[in-house]
């Protein structure tokens, strides 16, 4: 199960995702994008990965695609970091180092 939670704040827009990131959520997860994504207005576009438990291939391509579509993402742990970054280098986005956040749990993103 997936919950996608849309929060916004005068300078950002995040997409909270909550369970396992597995199909069929991932079709949900890139619609949730591209609706958001036009609803910027200037603001920044995060995705914020923090209580996903697990993220399938299907998961994992989802996420390549929106990076590679400029996403930013927020997260903890060493497993949610580690597919980051490796989806990181297959897009050739390693060199941006505002592409992956690491965030504490007392993180509050308004």
Same mark, same amino acid.
């Given at each position: #199960?997936? *919950?996608?939670?849309?929060?916004?704040?005068?300078s950002r827009l995040r997409l909270v995702l909550e369970g396992k990131l $597995?199909?069929?959520?991932?079709?949900?997860? /890139? /619609? %949730?994008?591209?609706?958001?994504?036009? &609803? +910027?207005?200037?603001? @920044? +576009? $995060?995705?914020?990965? /923090?209580?996903?438990?697990?993220?399938?291939?299907?998961?994992?391509?989802?996420? +390549?695609?929106? #990076?590679?579509?400029? @996403? /930013?993402?927020?997260?903890?742990? $060493?497993?949610?970091?580690? $597919?980051?970054? &490796?989806? @990181?280098? &297959?897009?050739?986005? *390693?060199?941006?180092? %505002?592409?992956?956040?690491?965030?504490?749990?007392?993180?509050?993103?308004?």
């Open positions: #199960m997936m *919950k996608i939670s849309v929060v916004e704040s005068q $597995v199909a069929p959520w991932t079709a949900e997860l /890139r /619609r %949730t994008w591209n609706s958001a994504h036009s &609803q +910027l207005r200037g603001r @920044a +576009l $995060v995705i914020d990965l /923090r209580n996903v438990t697990h993220i399938s291939r299907e998961g994992e391509n989802a996420l +390549l695609d929106l #990076m590679t579509e400029g @996403a /930013r993402f927020t997260c903890k742990g $060493v497993f949610t970091r580690r $597919v980051l970054e &490796q989806l @990181a280098r &297959q897009c050739r986005c *390693k060199s941006d180092p %505002t592409l992956i956040t690491l965030s504490n749990d007392s993180d509050d993103e308004n």
